[in-house]
């Protein structure tokens, strides 16, 4: 069946363009199109999409609003967001991440990895390297804990296994990397990055990087 999507952007000429790119693919549907959150929430409802092609700064309602809204208890749907940014990383990406986008995507990407995102997403994967992600953390530091809070209560849940596994991953360190580092098989590393995920209640790596961070865990900048 064909991955349903959503665009969502108040630049209708933007849209016009990743219509084209997308319909061009045989496993790809555009299903529908909205220039602002609130739109996009009404046409998540009617259409059902699988991913949500979703622009940051909108009227209305902006993008990490929609997408909380989307991704947040009681959705009314398993449709995942892909946040759109421009090439500077923009500011609030953090806080779509934190509302539960499943990555990011940028504005001047690629046609083939446009693509690739949308599939990757629609499989319920991370959309982005988590070197990519450590970048965006560390650009905007700022807006995270200094790290001199006290761990939270959530990360005793987890084996201390479990815990080097996340470091690593805020880190920017991919699974097979993670494996090399702790001496382990790829599959071990999955198998605990799936325990850290369903203990901490996150959807993906992406939030699992995000969460290191915000909760003092790992700090900006650390290596």
Do not use: W
């Amino acid at each position: 069946m064909a991955i349903r999507v959503l665009l969502v952007d108040d630049q209708p000429l933007l849209r016009t363009g990743f219509r084209m790119i997308l319909e061009a693919e045989q496993d790809i549907a555009v299903v529908g199109e909205a220039g602002d959150g609130l739109q996009a929430l009404d046409q998540v409802r009617a259409l059902q999409p699988d991913v949500v092609l979703m622009d940051i700064r909108m009227p209305r309602m902006d993008g990490v609003e929609a997408t909380r809204q989307i991704t947040g208890p009681g959705r009314d749907g398993p449709a995942k967001v892909l946040v759109l940014t421009t090439f500077d990383l923009d500011e609030y990406v953090v806080e779509a991440l934190r509302a539960g986008a499943s990555g990011f995507l940028l504005k001047d990407a690629p046609a083939n990895e446009l693509v690739q995102a949308i599939r990757v997403v629609a499989a319920g994967e991370a959309m982005l390297a988590p070197s990519i992600t450590r970048r965006l953390l560390d650009k905007y530091a700022g807006h995270l804990p200094s790290g001199e809070e006290p761990l939270p209560d959530t990360l005793h849940t987890l084996t201390d296994r479990e815990v080097e596994v996340l470091k690593l991953v805020a880190r920017g360190l991919s699974n097979a990397e993670i494996a090399a580092d702790l001496f382990v098989s790829e599959t071990t590393v999955k198998t605990h990055v799936g325990h850290v995920l369903t203990k901490l209640g996150l959807r993906d790596r992406v939030q699992a990087a995000v969460y290191a961070y915000e909760s003092g865990l790992v700090r900006p900048g650390a290596q």
